[in-house]
T-cell receptor, first 113, second 114 residues
Framework: GENVEQHPSTLSVQEGDSAVIKCTYSDSASNYFPWYKQELGKRPQLIIDIRSNVGEKKDQRIAVTLNKTAKHFSLHITETQPEDSAVYFCAARRSSNTGKLIFGQGTTLQVKP | DAGVTQSPTHLIKTRGQQVTLRCSPKSGHDTVSWYQQALGQGPQFIFQYYEEEERQRGNFPDRFSGHQFPNYSSELNVNALLLGDSALYLC?????????????FGPGTRLTVL
């Protein structure tokens, strides 16, 4: 079935350090992988996404890598800041004409000043 | 440019009751998807509406139903509420039902079932 596993569930880093969150998906037909940031009491917001025809994508301090063979994708945040503290969700969507996103369980990132 | 809006923000119901949640998509969007987010979990897909029809459904019982209106707004109805239905219900809108379209989330409705 469709499943996305996300690790770790919690991550604590010092300000300025890097943070890495990893996800594994089960559906080999998945071809779109977004990452959402959800601050406490707020809506999930898309921060970066990657499609299966690309291995890496970067946007300032955020990057995402995709390994289709291993069905892994990861979020990398460099030079973390306290405002990066939030819950991060990875998701996957298959290539058929559908909007169904399969989410991971979430990672609570705490950036200590 | 209005984003996705949802109402009400909070709702308290008792077991066995029925509830209706509402969503207005982002301006220019015509597709609405609904998700259930239990505390400490990722959102789970309930269903998607496009052209006033349910296009895809997740693993939710028939107690969960929906509707889309000609102005693209949508409702989620849940009958015979159970304690386990307590969650944040998120609506997401997009342009078209295609797989390449980014989904924008609303702020959610927090449903508590007592």
């Amino acid at each position: 079935g469709e499943n996305v596993e996300q690790h770790p569930s919690t991550l604590s880093v010092q300000e300025g350090d890097s943070a890495v969150i990893k996800c594994t998906y089960s559906d080999s037909a998945s071809n779109y992988f977004p990452w959402y940031k959800q601050e406490l009491g707020k809506r999930p917001q898309l921060i970066i996404d990657i499609r299966s025809n690309v291995g890496e994508k970067k946007d300032q301090r955020i990057a995402v890598t995709l390994n289709k063979t291993a069905k892994h994708f990861s979020l990398h945040i460099t030079e973390t800041q306290p405002e990066d503290s939030a819950v991060y969700f990875c998701a996957a969507r298959r290539s058929s004409n559908t909007g169904k996103l399969i989410f991971g369980q979430g990672t609570t990132l705490q950036v200590k000043p | 440019d209005a984003g996705v809006t949802q109402s009400p923000t909070h709702l308290i119901k008792t077991r066995g009751q029925q509830v209706t949640l509402r969503c207005s998509p982002k301006s220019g969007h015509d597709t609405v998807s609904w998700y259930q987010q239990a505390l400490g979990q990722g959102p789970q897909f309930i269903f998607q509406y496009y052209e006033e029809e349910e296009r895809q459904r997740g693993n939710f019982p028939d107690r969960f139903s929906g509707h889309q209106f000609p102005n693209y707004s949508s409702e989620l109805n849940v009958n015979a509420l159970l304690l386990g239905d307590s969650a944040l219900y998120l609506c997401a809108s997009s342009l078209g039902a295609g797989a390449d379209n980014e989904q924008f989330f609303g702020p959610g409705t927090r449903l508590t079932v007592l």
